[in-house]
Nanobody, 114 residues
Framework: IQLQASGGGLVQARGSLRLSCAPS????????VGWFRQAPGGEREFVAG????????SYADSVKGRFTISKDSAKNTVYLQMNTLKPEDTAIYYC????????WGQGTLVTVSS
């Protein structure tokens, strides 16, 4: 499975962005799909995840109440709606999918200015 991520950009603090992740040549059925991020000089960390079949979700404490992960079955796409963004959310965001294996998309840069 190959993952196509999009939607990053530059936004002011308290603004919003929506990231998208879609698989090419496959579907997300049976996968757990998530977003991770890596800030400059930092380690890659979990942000949010969704089980495609059940739509159950999980979030890092740092984004709870501000970010929402969702899926669109018709478009075979996972979204990460990011609201009330903070400068500390600045990072490269990576889409990730997991079944028996782990798959990573290319990163998309999110920059939040203060």
């Amino acid at each position: 499975i190959q993952l196509q991520a999009s939607g990053g950009g530059l936004v002011q603090a308290r603004g919003s962005l929506r990231l998208s992740c879609a698989p090419s040549g496959d579907t997300f059925r049976g996968y757990t799909v998530g977003w991770f991020r890596q800030a400059p000089g930092g380690e890659r960390e979990f942000v949010a995840g969704i089980r495609w079949n059940s739509a159950s979700t999980s979030y890092a404490d740092s984004v709870k109440g501000r970010f929402t992960i969702s899926k669109d079955s018709a478009k075979n796409t996972v979204y990460l709606q990011m609201n009330t963004l903070k400068p500390e959310d600045t990072a490269i965001y990576y889409c990730h999918a997991k079944d028996l294996w782990h798959y990573w998309g290319q990163g998309t840069l999110v920059t939040v200015s203060s």
